[in-house]
């Protein structure tokens, strides 16, 4: 998640080791904590109301730790705290709901620029890679090319499309004027009929296309504006009453901080949302929308975009998300993510190469590289390590642009060189330089670190065949 949450996270974390670190605690410690924790969380945009109750809440308990005189008071009130976090974030995880009887049909809604369009691609990517038949409507028919770019990042997916030049020619094929019912529902209680409503009837025939493709589940890619507006409420809640979406899924912009508890709260009194899409908290956002939006609303956010990459959509679990703050760590996450990416039969090739006595290779190596690499921005994988501050990931240097210099050099050798490195002399290991685009000291310092890690490697299994 890069460093979504960096400066909360630390001064969070640095605010609770003082209370760890002593033996005793007294009232007016746990009280100065709280103020610091108080104006760290206002500094991270989190909503007044909801940062006061939040330390209101921890405070009642850890005076009650205190009053049992309890062991480590500190420790304690660090499970208070991350309890409490969990709480705010939405205490439990919210997955998506599927009717029984399939097609589910989902709403998602937005302003412009919130990222819904990528974000309805990613979410129906996700939906494909569990087996639910996805199945995409673009349904702004306002923007310019908002059809086309669906249809585009769609195709790299795999997931079809239903757009307003396949309703047309449906309307064409079957002798209708455009913008016709295809099949008997309910007028919805609206100034406007549904005969007269094209955005009604392009989703009635996307749901109908979606039906006769046995698709599980329908993703309607509603149209935004640049702000909250009645015309775009009443098109909404006109959509909701004729299609009856089993979600309402609002998709918002985490970089805007509070503005996104106020589109929420817009959004959830006209709609009734059933869940929010977080986007974008793979920058630097301060993260107070994340914290603030279930604690106003009362609507659980069920995923956040954590990358541009089409795969970059991830559940949102809030226990985990309080762990990850608290630099606790995700490796439930990290080892979720691992078995979604990583092909296992290669990584048992590996496993068993990187033990055997000859060690694996650089051909071996750069198959490990790119199984790496798929698993997401290796900042995102070394902030779900437990103990991993920010502070730490900057001193380290977590630079991604590295993996793709070491894969530079490896690509640059010759079959034969990846496999026996020993023959990289120096006119070689020139040639390999030139080849990358990297200094010579470059290429020196991967062999020697992967000569490193070949011997540490080839001793575990050295270890292992000695126990046996």
Request: net charge positive; no cysteine.
């Amino acid at each position: 998640m890069g460093f979504m949450f960096a400066a909360l996270s630390e001064r969070l974390s640095a605010t609770l080791r003082q209370l760890t670190g002593r033996g005793l605690l007294t009232e007016d410690d746990v009280r100065e904590g709280l103020r610091e924790i108080r104006r760290v969380l206002l500094e991270a945009d989190v909503g007044f109301e909801v940062a006061r109750a939040f330390t209101e809440r921890v405070r009642e308990k850890a005076l009650g730790v205190l009053a049992l005189k309890a062991v480590s008071p500190g420790q304690q009130i660090v499970k208070i705290v991350h309890d409490e976090l969990t709480a705010m974030l939405g205490e439990r995880q919210s997955g998506l709901q599927f009717a029984s009887l399939p097609p589910t049909v989902m709403l998602l809604v937005g302003l412009q620029g919130s990222g819904k369009t990528t974000t309805a691609v990613k979410l129906a990517a996700r939906l494909q890679r569990e087996q639910k038949a996805p199945w995409l409507v673009a349904a702004d028919v306002y923007r310019p090319a908002a059809e086309e770019q669906l249809r585009q990042l769609a195709a790299r997916v795999e997931v079809p499309v239903y757009g307003a030049t396949d309703r047309r020619r449906d309307a064409s094929t079957v002798g209708v004027p455009d913008g016709s019912v295809d099949r008997p529902t309910p007028d919805p209680p609206t100034r406007q009929t549904a005969e007269a409503d094209p955005v009604l009837a392009l989703v009635r025939g996307g749901i109908t296309a979606a039906e006769k493709a046995r698709a599980r589940t329908v993703l309607v890619d509603t149209a935004g504006r640049m702000q909250l507006d009645q015309e775009m409420m009443d098109e909404l809640i006109r959509l909701k009453d004729a299609v009856r979406p089993r979600e309402v899924l609002l998709v918002a912009d985490g970089m805007t901080g509070q503005d996104a508890v106020r589109i929420a709260r817009g959004f959830h009194d006209a709609l009734g949302l059933t869940g929010v899409i977080l986007t974008k908290l793979d920058g630097d956002a301060r993260g107070g929308a994340a914290l603030s939006i279930y604690g106003v609303t009362r609507t659980p956010i069920k995923y956040i975009g954590t990358g541009e990459r089409l795969d970059a959509l991830e559940p949102f679990d809030p226990a985990r998300m309080a762990g990850r703050i608290l630099q606790m760590g995700d490796v439930v996450g990290l080892v979720e993510r691992a078995q979604q990416t990583v092909d296992e039969a290669e990584a048992k090739r590996l496993a068993s190469r990187a033990t055997s006595k000859r060690g694996m290779d650089l051909a071996d190596f750069l198959s490990a590289l790119k199984q790496v690499q798929a698993m997401g921005p290796l900042e995102s994988l070394v902030g779900m390590l437990p103990g991993v501050t920010p502070r730490l990931m900057k001193q380290a240097r977590v630079d991604p642009r590295r993996l793709k210099h070491v894969e530079a050099i490896v690509l640059s050798m010759t079959p034969d060189e990846r496999r026996r490195p020993d023959l990289l002399n120096g006119s070689r290991r020139a040639r390999v330089a030139r080849g990358s685009g990297r200094p010579v000291q470059e290429v020196n310092a991967l062999l020697r670190q992967f000569e490193q890690m070949r011997k540490m490697m080839r001793g575990f299994g050295g270890l292992g065949r000695r126990k046996g």
